[in-house]
T-cell receptor, first 114, second 116 residues
Framework: NAGVTQTPKFQVLKTGQSMTLQCAQDMNHNSMYWYRQDPGMGLRLIYYSASEGTTDKGEVPNGYNVSRLNKREFSLRLELAAPSQTSVYFC?????????????FGSGTRLTVV | AQKITQTQPGMFVQEKEAVTLDCTYD???????LFWYKQPSSGEMIFLIY??????QNATEGRYSLNFQKARKSANLVISASQLGDSAMYFCAMRRSGGSNYKLTFGKGTLLTVNP
């Protein structure tokens, strides 16, 4: 089925370890996003890519890096994981117009940093 | 900058009754879109309803309607005839229109519990 695929679904890291969250979409969308969700905080934007070849910081970019590998793939990297990065991470994509039905979310990655 | 405020951390409603979830927003953009998403305990984000800032009529989608009051900058979600399956977290979100940046800004959410 068409949509946004995130891997892995669950991950436990030790403080200081690094990892990359993968995201791929087959919607032919131009824009892709990484959000984190914490209890009582809603979804906060970490980084986004308005189009292939561009990336920009969102609201909470510290401690993260991203790569827009191609139009389909947008990865999120934690270089030195910290307990404060324990969260649920969502990848999303949207079409050029970003219209009412234009956003598709992945199923999320639950990350725990111990 | 855009900001979404949801002042109700939790709401309770009896099955078959209607419930209103509040959302106010702040933006300097003349054109924008407002969204409501549902997140059940399984975690996926489900799109419910959309309202464009220039839409003349309030949006409706089945049992969901959006009470859009532009002058008051509010976009409340009304769920009619609540069902047990409506128990979930609900997020209000907005985006600017135009340009190439369509990022969504979310509120903190309201946890709705439907009682039998």
């Amino acid at each position: 089925n068409a949509g946004v695929t995130q891997t892995p679904k669950f991950q436990v890291l030790k403080t200081g370890q690094s990892m990359t969250l993968q995201c791929a979409q087959d919607m032919n969308h131009n824009s892709m996003y990484w959000y984190r969700q914490d209890p009582g905080m809603g979804l906060r934007l970490i980084y986004y890519s308005a189009s292939e070849g561009t990336t920009d910081k969102g609201e909470v970019p510290n401690g993260y890096n991203v790569s827009r590998l191609n139009k389909r793939e947008f990865s999120l990297r934690l270089e030195l994981a910290a307990p404060s990065q324990t969260s649920v991470y969502f990848c999303a994509s949207s079409g050029l117009e970003g219209g009412p039905n234009g956003y598709t979310f992945g199923s999320g990655t639950r990350l725990t940093v111990v | 900058a855009q900001k979404i405020t949801q002042t109700q951390p939790g709401m309770f409603v009896q099955e078959k009754e209607a419930v209103t979830l509040d959302c106010t927003y702040d933006t300097s953009d003349p054109s924008y879109g407002l969204f409501w998403y549902k997140q059940p305990s399984s975690g996926e984000m489900i799109f419910l309803i959309y309202q464009g800032s220039y839409d003349q009529q309030n949006a409706t989608e089945g049992r969901y309607s959006l009470n859009f009051q532009k002058a008051r900058k509010s976009a409340n979600l009304v769920i009619s005839a609540s069902q047990l399956g409506d128990s979930a977290m609900y997020f209000c979100a907005m985006r600017r229109s135009g340009g190439s940046n369509y990022k969504l800004t979310f509120g903190k959410g309201t946890l709705l519990t439907v009682n039998p």
